[in-house]
């Protein structure tokens, strides 16, 4: 099967420490990305990646950090300089790089809670 | 930054009736999406519709797209209990250097069986 997986669903962890989100597709897709949602809002980017080895920073990238050493791989890690880390994570893919052109395939989201 | 910004934020309705959603975007665009999102689901892209289209169907679905007016409408027509969920407009802005798609708030569309 095809698709995009996120591990875990369910994270929790202490203020302070940092934490690493998994975020792995098999489409063989360039781009990357990955949302932040709070409860009730929309979708806000942190990073996104539109090949290996190369990422852009998004609207809320402070307090968060990537990479993309493989092409079916980006990790998003949540460091302890992010204020206000809980929420529901998403990461998604696309064909390519080409923003608009192709649809974005979403991952089933992790919540992280930090206490 | 919010681009899309949906309308209206809740909208409750009972089976059987048609369910219509707007989103306005501020910038020009090439392209618009509409996803859904289940509660604590990721998203799934339902239709995309290009900035030189106006309308475009699939299935229950209809979407108009007016760029004079820089906004989009989602139609759902003989809703289903099974609609019930978020939808969020996703635009890409032209000519801003921003390599990714802008979501919108969202529409929480609740279906009454």
């Known amino acids: 099967d095809g698709g995009i997986t996120q591990s875990p669903k369910y994270l929790f962890r202490k203020e302070g420490q940092n934490v690493t989100l998994s975020c792995e597709q098999n489409l063989n897709h360039d781009a990357m990305y990955w949302y932040r949602q709070d409860p009730g809002q929309g979708l806000r980017l942190i990073y996104y990646?539109?090949?290996?080895?190369?990422?852009q920073k998004g609207d809320i990238a402070e307090g968060y950090s990537v990479s993309r050493e493989k092409k079916e791989s980006f990790p998003l890690t949540v460091t302890s300089a992010q204020k206000n880390p809980t929420a529901f994570y998403l990461c998604?893919?696309?064909?390519?790089?080409?923003?608009?052109?192709?649809?974005?395939?979403f991952g089933p989201g992790t919540r992280l809670t930090v206490t | 930054s919010q681009q899309g910004e949906e309308d209206p934020q809740a909208l409750s309705i009972q089976e059987g009736e048609n369910a219509t959603m707007n989103c306005s975007y501020k910038?020009?665009?090439?392209?618009l999406q509409w996803y859904r999102q289940n509660s604590g689901r990721g998203l799934v892209h339902l239709i995309l519709?290009?900035?030189?289209?106006r309308e475009k169907h699939s299935g229950r679905l209809r979407v108009t797209l007016d760029t004079s007016k820089k906004s989009s409408s989602l139609l759902i027509t003989a809703s289903r209990a099974a609609d019930t969920a978020s939808y969020f407009c996703a635009t890409d802005a032209v000519d801003t250097g921003r390599r990714a798609l802008t979501f919108g708030s969202g529409t929480r569309l609740q279906v009454q069986p």
């Open positions: 998604a893919s696309s064909k390519d790089g080409r923003v608009g052109i192709y649809e974005q395939y």
């Open positions: 910038t020009s665009i090439n392209n």
């Open positions: 990646s539109q090949i290996v080895n190369d990422f």
């Open positions: 519709i290009r900035s030189n289209e």
